[in-house]
């Protein structure tokens, strides 16, 4: 199956700094990337849909301004959490899909933040 | 709204017995679903998708059916074994993009 990459797997920051994670389809160009949040003991909860070359589209209540995407390439999505609070602390995913309403999605490893 | 849910939050089985896990969804009818596992701190991995008009779906020790009278898609795993133990998640596609709506998840525990 093809492969996305997150990094980092985990990071700590401090409270009121901005933490960078990035999201990359290995060997597929990836039309759509998604970002999910999972807090402990709960299932994933879907953020943003982010295309490439253009705008992300986020999910109701999810903060534009404090969560950004960059979908720069076909390889390469990233997602900033700006001015990060210890309530940001989450498990955070990403997937990929190959083609617009490609019915299988590729998720990446995870990335652990911890807001200190 | 439209739900899809897994109403058991944990399952545990004796090694060797079929685990069979639930996800319901309520006012809409996919057009699939799809099942994933996930183990601790890690992504998603696909499993099996199921389309509405296919009654069961078969992937070695795994089964999974759709029922759309009863709004329902049930996992099996045949002779379960310890390194079954995860979480199993049901997930519809969503809009334009299929973007995936998860369940809530089921934690399944397999004992020697």
């Known amino acids: 199956g093809a492969v996305v990459s997150q990094h980092p797997s985990w990071v700590i920051c401090k409270s009121g700094t901005s933490v960078k994670i990035e999201c990359r389809s290995l060997?597929?160009?990836?039309?759509?990337m998604f970002w999910y949040r999972q807090f402990p003991k709960q299932s994933l909860m879907l953020m943003a849909t982010?295309?490439?070359?253009?705008?992300?589209?986020?999910e109701q209540g999810v903060e534009k301004d404090k969560f950004l995407i960059n979908h720069a390439s076909l390889t390469l999505s990233t997602l900033t959490v700006t001015s990060a609070h210890p309530e940001d602390s989450s498990f955070y995913i990403c997937?990929?899909?190959?083609?617009?309403?490609?019915?299988?999605?590729?998720f990446g490893q995870g990335t652990r933040l911890t807001v200190v | 709204s439209q739900k899809i849910e897994q109403n058991s939050e944990a399952l545990n089985i004796q090694e060797g017995k079929t685990a069979t896990l639930t996800c319901n969804y309520t006012?809409?009818?996919?057009?699939?679903l799809q099942w994933y596992r996930q183990d601790p701190g890690r992504g998603p991995v696909f499993l099996l998708l199921?389309?509405?008009?296919?009654k069961e779906k078969r992937k070695e020790r795994l089964k999974v059916t759709f029922d759309t009278t009863l709004k329902q898609s049930l996992f099996h795993i045949t002779a379960s074994q310890p390194a079954d133990s995860a979480t199993y998640l049901c997930?519809?596609?969503?809009?334009?993009?299929?973007?995936?709506?998860f369940g809530a998840g089921t934690r399944l525990a397999v004992h020697p």
């Open positions: 982010s295309n490439e070359g253009s705008k992300a589209t986020y």
């Open positions: 199921i389309r509405e008009n296919e």
């Open positions: 006012n809409y009818s996919p057009a699939y």
């Open positions: 997930a519809r596609l969503s809009g334009g993009y299929n973007k995936l709506i």
């Open positions: 060997d597929f160009q990836a039309t759509t």
């Open positions: 997937s990929a899909i190959q083609r617009r309403a490609s019915t299988e999605a590729f």
